[in-house]
């Protein structure tokens, strides 16, 4: 069964009452996987501040559409994320010493399965179906990051660095992402990244991105992806790693979540 919850947190161009629901409709909230609208982007103010955009252009009956994984625990908000914000901001001051960071709330840090597309209101119906198939025969499992492990990414465009926790032996999650792109594939929408970096974003910045990158040029992974860690930093004894039980996966079309549980067998 797939669950309905709404988040007014969220926004896609028009109520979420139009959009075709699945299930039945549960009202609980379920944290955002974004700092702010779904369809919005960051980038440099001529007072070197960070500022929000619309990326997305808005367009009447469409909706912005992702899956993701929220990092959130059973209870709620994650009481490991304050020592990964930390971990993280301090692998930063190393090759950035002053530089100051956005961090991502708490309640909107997860792993992204797909990138955000644009969906026709006559589609939601089949879509959600088709995610639906292909997500909730995944098995149930553990996802861990290291503390230790500190990544850089850019924006396509190159104008937002964020700071990154990579997902420590992320197989299941990349089997996930390899399903959803089916979808994406019969519909004629983007697929992810390839290959998928499964990782979660723990804080950003759109000030002199590039200048971030001249210092690190060394560490590229590609063109958007940079490896703060030493090898020695990557392989945490197990004890050290940091997880969360995954039993589903949430799918986001304009204000609505589905929940997408995933198999227990």
């Known amino acids: 069964m797939l669950l309905n919850a709404y988040d007014s947190a969220s926004s896609g161009s028009s109520d979420s009452s139009d959009c075709d629901g699945e299930g039945e409709g ?3 909230e379920l944290p955002s996987p ?3 609208e779904e369809d919005e982007t960051v980038e440099p103010h001529a007072d070197h501040v960070n500022k929000r955009i619309r990326r997305i252009p808005h367009i009447e009956g469409n909706y912005a559409c992702t899956i993701f994984l929220p990092w959130t625990s059973n209870e709620g908000e994650d009481s490991s994320l304050p020592g ?5 901001l301090r692998r930063a001051s190393a090759f950035w010493p002053g530089r100051e960071w956005e961090k991502m709330p708490s309640g909107s840090v997860h792993c992204s399965l797909s990138r955000t597309v644009m969906l026709k209101h006559h589609l939601i119906g089949l879509f959600k179906r088709k995610i639906a198939t292909r997500l909730r025969g995944k098995p149930q499992f553990t996802m861990y990051v290291s503390p230790s492990a500190v990544d850089l990414f850019l924006s396509e465009d190159r104008t937002t660095a ?15 992402v390899h399903a959803v792109d089916e979808v994406m594939s019969e519909l004629d929408l983007e697929t992810f990244y390839d290959p998928p970096k499964p990782h979660l974003s723990l804080a950003w910045t759109t000030i002199d991105v590039e200048v971030l990158c001249e210092k690190v040029q060394s560490l590229a992974d590609g063109e958007q992806h940079f490896h703060l860690s030493s090898k020695s930093d990557e392989s945490a004894p197990a ?5 969360i039980d995954v039993t589903s996966a949430v799918l986001r079309i304009g204000k609505e979540d589905t929940v997408i549980p995933l198999s227990d067998e």
Do not use: H, T, W
Request: proline share 10%; no cysteine; hydrophobic share 50%.
């Open 26 to 28: 549960v009202k609980r």
């Open 34 to 36: 974004f700092a702010g």
């Open 84 to 88: 990964l914000y930390q971990s993280a």
């Open 162 to 176: 964020f700071l990154v926790s990579p997902i420590v032996e992320p197989g299941p999650v990349v089997s996930m």
């Open 239 to 243: 004890d050290d790693l940091l997880g």
